[in-house]
């Protein structure tokens, strides 16, 4: 066999020196993941701007959200689907239709998380009264309200585990 000379080697000097260090996934690392399924929401308010507003900041935050402009659509949708939470304005179409909307929620078998939402509106600075269509969102208080969600989502799941352990 001809001895070829360090110059003529077709690999570099530095590369033929050098173990490749490569990482061995296990088994476990190389099946295929499944999608993460994004826990879904009920969103239920009868002012428009508050509704949207916290839609896009739940959806921003990786959640699937349905909204609801009034009790009765909450309620409707909470018999067609399952969700891991339900937010609610306390009055929509009634001072405590959104009361009517988690007495419903908590009926349900799968028992949703259940929290009670208001938006602050800015008051008009001549006549004191609500100004339509403006609506306060701190960015400071978003990461916190996404916290709250996923805490009451976590606790939920939580309850769950623990039911079906007993069971």
């Known amino acids: 066999m001809p001895v070829v000379p360090a110059a003529w080697s077709p690999v570099p000097e530095p590369m033929r020196t050098r173990t490749p260090t490569r990482k061995v996934k296990s088994p476990e690392a190389l099946k295929p993941k499944a999608p993460q399924r994004m826990a879904r929401v009920l969103l239920a308010d009868d002012d428009p701007t508050a509704r949207l507003t916290l839609q896009t900041v739940l959806e921003a935050g990786g959640y699937h959200v349905d909204s609801a402009a ?23 179409e009634s001072p405590e239709a959104g009361l009517r909307v988690l007495a419903h929620a908590r009926m349900k078998d799968y028992r949703p998380a259940t929290a009670l939402v208001t938006s602050w509106r ?9 100004a339509p269509g403006r609506m306060l969102v701190e960015a400071e208080d978003v990461p916190e309200l996404l916290g709250q ?19």
């Not at 969600?149 to 069971?167: M, Q």
């Open 70 to 92: 009034s009790a009765a659509e909450a309620v409707s949708l909470l018999d067609q689907s399952e969700y891991e939470l339900v937010l609610t304005d306390l009055a929509m």
């Open 122 to 130: 800015a008051r008009s600075p001549r006549s004191g009264r609500k």
């Open 149 to 167: 969600v996923a805490n009451l989502i976590s606790s939920r799941a939580s309850r769950r585990v623990r039911a079906t352990r007993k069971a």
